[in-house]
């Protein structure tokens, strides 16, 4: 057996056989011995081998020392799946630098306070993607503190780099210091800050390893049956754990084929399964709900689909059958984790029942351990409600430059409080039940009330504010809010919609609105957002 084969299956003991390797950069050089021939990936009309894919990763990374990147070094990356994204990132870790990766629908306040409070050095982005130049959002009342250069990997470069002239610029570095710098990267090293908002204050950058990211996504690629056959099309951002990680870096681990979307739109989704002979795809519960709604589903040829990781919002047993019976799919799991931990803790197995997959989120992953509480910190009874606290190697070194924060979410015995609600059975498989934060998911991405309405309390005429989520058969849950005006003003529905759409990312921006003359609230004069929940139903 070659020195880098991993067994498909994990040990006796319910362990994952150790992958030999443990920073991201040593994955893409085992990638390149295990693989070097095979097709790495393919997408923006490029076919590339792991070898040459880790020859391009290496001619970025020159360009980054020319520009000055040190090791510790924040690379800011803002834009949608391409080459160019993962090369940039993948160039990042080799250099021993950190990734910071930006949501694409964020605003141009929103990305500036990531960049500023991450001290990001070199942005990565674009000019050319949904009509939006990211670089002219970023205006001189959003200064971004340490940036000094911004590079454009696609679009009109105006008066910042390009990505040609950057590529280029870096060519005379020598190899050896590409790889000395590489060699250099430690496991416990950051590989990035991901920055999540929480449901009060600004948002926080989870500081993640390059031991979590191999470690996990060994983990979850092994449970899931990622195979070096399968050609992996990846639909979730590469800005959130579930693209960068469980796409890129479980890619990279099992030699699979990458092919990036760069937004998800249904017919060319299906075209690409159709074309590229795609056999894994993973995602929200909305892309499949959407696939199977579309009236021409039948006029592709999906036959080639095999494995599924869905999650991040309930996922329903017919939703489960007609994946199976209606796409293809063999096998269909689903997981829960969360960016504080590296997007990893707990994932169904192969055999669990379709009842398993659909009402649960699995059990925890080898190497780490999850506990449901009382608000007192005390272990709840199986069947009983409880906070979920997990503890073991993907729980993120902390918040970034922010060690209050970081004191109120993981305590001294190690363990991160999620702020989620699940009751767990026997065999310690988790159902989430509930947000303790009040917490919703909109399409695969987390959506804050607290944070909303921290907005609309800017919108004109505005007393009171409180945003729940509802149930939506396409997207699992989406915003509604609720107002109660100040005197004399009038509050229209569709202009506050309006209003949002325009000051704050869509995946935050509330579908409905609702008028109160006043709110449900409880002697302590807090809203009853279940009240309000009671009037959705």
């Known amino acids: 057996m070659n020195e880098y084969d991993v067994a498909s299956e994990t040990g006796a003991g319910g362990e994952i056989p150790d992958l030999g390797v443990s920073t991201i950069p040593a994955v893409l050089d085992r990638a390149v011995a295990l693989y070097g021939d095979r097709e790495a990936f393919v997408g923006d009309g490029i076919r590339l081998t792991f070898t040459e894919l880790a020859a391009e990763v290496d001619r970025v990374a020159k360009a980054l ?24 990132a993948l160039a990042t870790y080799r250099i021993g630098a950190t990734v910071v990766p930006i949501n694409t629908r964020f605003k141009g306040s929103e990305a500036a306070y990531v960049l500023r409070t991450a001290g990001a050095r070199l942005l990565l982005t674009v000019t050319d993607f949904l009509d939006t130049n990211y670089p002219a959002l970023l205006t001189d009342e959003n200064a971004v503190g340490t940036l000094q250069s911004i590079v454009v990997m696609s679009g009109e470069p105006g008066t910042h780099n390009s990505w040609t002239g950057f590529v280029e610029a870096g060519q005379a570095v020598a190899d050896h210091e590409v790889t000395t710098r590489a060699a250099a990267v430690a496991p416990d090293d950051l590989s990035d800050i991901m920055f999540t908002s929480g449901t009060t204050g600004q948002p926080k950058g989870a500081m993640l390893t390059h031991a979590a990211t191999v470690r996990g996504f060994d983990a979850w690629a092994t449970v899931v049956g990622l195979r070096d056959t399968d050609r992996y099309l990846i639909v979730n951002p590469f800005f959130h ?28 989704a299906m075209q690409l399964i159709e074309d590229e002979q795609i056999s894994m795809l993973p995602g929200p519960p909305s892309i499949y709900q959407t696939m199977l709604d579309h009236p021409d589903v039948a006029s592709f040829d999906l036959s080639s689909l095999r494995l599924a990781v869905t999650g991040a919002a309930p996922v329903s047993v017919e939703l489960v059958r007609r994946m199976r019976e209606e796409l293809h799919f063999e096998t269909v799991v689903t997981g829960y984790g969360l960016t504080e931990s590296t997007g990893i803790i707990t994932m169904c197995r192969h055999a669990d029942p379709d009842e398993t997959i659909s009402q649960t989120s699995g059990r925890a992953i080898p190497g780490m351990e999850v506990r449901l509480v009382d608000d007192d910190g005390n272990d709840v009874a199986v069947g009983t409600p409880g906070e979920v606290l997990a503890r073991g190697y993907t729980i993120m070194r902390g918040y970034f430059a922010n060690p209050q924060a970081t004191a109120e979410a993981i305590d001294a015995d190690g363990w991160l409080a999620t702020g989620d609600v699940a009751v767990g059975d026997e065999l310690g498989y988790i159902q989430i039940t509930d947000r303790k934060k009040d917490m919703f998911i909109m399409g695969g991405f987390n959506a804050y009330p607290a944070e909303i309405e921290r907005s609309l309390s800017a919108y004109p005429g505005v007393s009171q504010v409180a945003v729940i989520g509802v149930a939506d058969h396409r997207m699992g849950e ?29 995946y935050k921006v509330p579908r409905f609105v609702e008028v109160l003359e006043a709110m449900p609230m409880n002697a302590s004069g807090k809203i009853l957002k279940f009240e309000l929940r009671d009037r959705t139903t």
Do not use: E, H, Y
């Not at 020392?65 to 940039?88: C, E, F, K, M």
């Not at 509050?491 to 990312?505: G, H, L, P």
């Open 241 to 268: 754990t579930f693209g960068l990680k469980a796409g890129i870096v479980s890619a990279l681990i099992k030699g699979a084929t990458i092919v990036p979307l760069k937004m998800f739109d249904v017919r060319a």
């Open 478 to 506: 989406v915003g509604k809010a609720f107002i109660v005006p100040k005197p004399g003003a009038q509050i229209v529905a569709d202009d506050v919609i309006s209003w949002c759409r325009a000051t704050m990312a869509n």
């Open 65 to 88: 020392l020319t520009a000055g990147v040190d090791t510790g070094d924040r690379v800011g990356i803002w834009g949608p799946n391409s080459l160019r994204w993962l090369l940039g």
